[in-house]
């Protein structure tokens, strides 16, 4: 069985490879909100700047604003999502409140009816 860390440590490159295909699979996954072809598009870029001679620093930095990209997606996304539920809720009780009241109208109108009838 071969090591990832030794496969890593002698191969450099191979470690930004599995970098990039990480960052690619961020940003190709991230569930559909408005932002996401931004999103995107900045993840991208960071990957595409990654070279295999890069330090780790800059390595390290840029790898902390993809996960600050992630979240602060992730949260508008989150937001985005209850606010639609949120309007959903509010058109399923209007609904409800509406066939509530002309099934009420309706068996005031058979009663007010019966009772012409007597």
């Known amino acids: 069985m071969i090591s990832l860390g030794k496969l890593l440590t002698k191969r450099p490159e191979t470690f930004m490879k599995y970098v990039k295909l990480l960052l690619s699979g961020i940003s190709s996954t ?5 932002t996401r072809p931004a999103f995107q598009h900045q993840v991208n870029t960071i ?3 990654l ?3 890069v330090e780790d620093e800059t390595l390290s930095g840029q790898l902390a604003s993809v996960i600050k990209l992630l979240d602060e ?3 508008a996304a989150e937001h985005k999502t209850e ?3 949120r309007e959903l809720r509010g058109i399923i009780t ?3 409140d509406t066939i509530a009241a ?3 109208s309706s068996k005031n109108r058979r009663g007010a009816n019966a009772i012409a009838r007597e």
């Open 47 to 49: 990957s595409s700047d």
């Open 83 to 85: 606010a639609q539920q």
């Open 51 to 53: 070279s295999d001679q």
């Open 94 to 96: 209007a609904t409800t």
């Open 30 to 34: 991230a569930v559909e909100a408005d």
């Open 73 to 75: 997606y992730n949260r």
């Open 102 to 104: 002309i099934s009420l």
